[in-house]
């Protein structure tokens, strides 16, 4: 198990992304959270098998078709398993 910790830059916010994400996470089975930072960026925290948290970040890079992605930063490191499911967070 690995967590990612990615930061979702672009026409994000407004667009339905974080529930995007939401929907892409409990179809991968992958928990944690999502939610705006105040700079107008999503942030994503996700746990899960490394195969399932790529094809997750491949799907974020897309997002929505309202979204535009800019970039994503991602960074990569062990899970703690905290999380039992994935949602908002505020």
């Known amino acids: 198990m690995r967590r990612i910790v990615a930061t979702v ?4 916010q407004g667009v339905g992304y974080r529930y ?4 892409r996470a409990e179809a991968l089975g992958i928990v944690g959270y ?4 105040p700079n107008s960026d999503v942030e ?3 746990e899960g098998e490394e195969a399932e948290l790529e094809s997750f970040i491949a799907a ?5 078709s309202a979204a535009f992605v800019r970039e994503i930063k991602v960074d990569w490191m062990p899970a703690t ?5 994935f949602g908002l967070h505020w």
């Not at 999502?34 to 930072?37: D, I, K, S």
């Open 34 to 37: 999502t939610r705006n930072l």
């Open 20 to 23: 995007f994400a939401i929907d």
């Open 81 to 85: 398993g905290e999380f039992r499911t």
């Open 44 to 46: 994503v925290v996700a």
């Open 9 to 12: 830059c672009g026409r994000v």
């Open 60 to 64: 974020l890079k897309r997002g929505p």
